[in-house]
């Protein structure tokens, strides 16, 4: 009898083991996943551009790799690598990247110019995009409308301005601006730029009243134009300078940026200006932003001077 009983019970307990086991393997699995994922790092890559202007100006390379290490230093979960003299010839750096950040020569001669259609597939699979400086340019038309779509925002010749001027800047609340305090700095602040229709997406992160002194000159492509001379001269309309930007579902639903300054590489010293952008490389890789910021160290001197190209 015990005999005919035990093989009766073994066929039905077996599988109920085997099914115990593969719940258990299943848990075991979905527990070290997310241990995993919680230590995974974020990878953040800097293309820099060419060399470019005199010497500590457009220091593409070196500022990249500044901001680089101090993302690399902030205690976050964050891989950040830098590709330098524009885009890379090897496309494989960009595997696994949760953000992309130019920071070089814009206009016709930018580096996404020739890769727009990669730049299209990385925004459409959720990757972050940031925009430094003259990076935020490119030619209007089909690459301004991609912008338009990428990063929300861009330089437009004959509308959007490139004057040297001290801007101060008053903090809204956003992941963007945590533990920033208000600041006024000389660069070369770019306005008046050509934003999606009502600024679907768009949420400004630095703005100020230009100076009239940043309108004298002579209207040009970059200089001047009536459109922004009645704009700031006229209705006295803040202007966005830097801005966060959350792409629609359509286009793919990440994150981006645009942030004008960062033509004197010396502001990279300051810290609320350095600390912003910090921020904002974060946010785009989709990560927490602490309450108090980045944790961001004053580079030193020697630190600011790594790196500089031969000019």
């Not at 719940?23 to 979905?30: C, G, P, R």
């Not at 949760?98 to 001669?109: F, K, N, R």
């Amino acid at each position: 009898m015990k005999s005919l009983t035990r093989r009766i019970a073994l066929p039905i307990l077996f599988p109920i083991a085997c099914a115990l086991g593969s719940a258990v393997f299943i848990i075991s699995n979905s527990r070290a996943d997310t241990n995993i994922s919680t230590t995974v790092k974020k990878k953040i890559v800097f293309v820099a551009g060419k060399p470019s202007h005199a010497p500590g100006q457009h220091e593409h390379r070196a500022g990249c790799k500044l901001l680089a290490e101090q993302l690399n230093r902030s205690g976050l979960p964050i891989e950040a690598v830098v590709t330098t003299d524009g885009w890379p010839e090897e496309p494989s750096v960009f595997n696994g990247a949760s953000a992309v950040i130019i920071y070089a020569d814009g206009g016709a001669g930018h580096p996404a110019m020739k890769q727009m259609a990669a730049l299209k597939a990385m925004a459409a699979a959720g990757v972050g995009i940031g925009c430094i400086h003259y990076a935020v340019e490119v030619p209007k038309g089909e690459p301004g409308n991609s912008f338009l779509d990428l990063i929300g925002g861009y330089f437009e010749t004959d509308w959007s301005v490139n004057p040297h001027w001290d801007a101060s800047f008053k903090i809204p609340k956003h992941e963007i601006t945590r533990g920033i305090k208000d600041f006024q700095i000389r660069d070369e602040w770019y306005y008046h730029m050509r934003f999606r229709e009502n600024m679907q997406g768009v949420t400004p992160i630095l703005s100020d009243l230009p100076p009239p002194a940043s309108l004298t000159r002579k209207d040009g492509p970059h200089e001047g134009n009536p459109a922004v001379r009645a704009a700031v001269l006229d209705r006295k309309e803040p202007q966005h300078v830097m801005w966060a930007y959350e792409r629609p579902a359509e286009l793919g639903g990440g994150r981006a940026f645009g942030f004008t300054g960062g033509h004197f590489h010396k502001n990279w010293q300051h810290d609320d200006h350095r600390r912003i952008v910090l921020n904002a490389a974060a946010w785009i890789a989709n990560l927490e932003i602490p309450e108090a910021g980045l944790v961001s160290k004053t580079p030193t001197d020697e630190e600011m001077n790594a790196n500089l190209d031969p000019k």
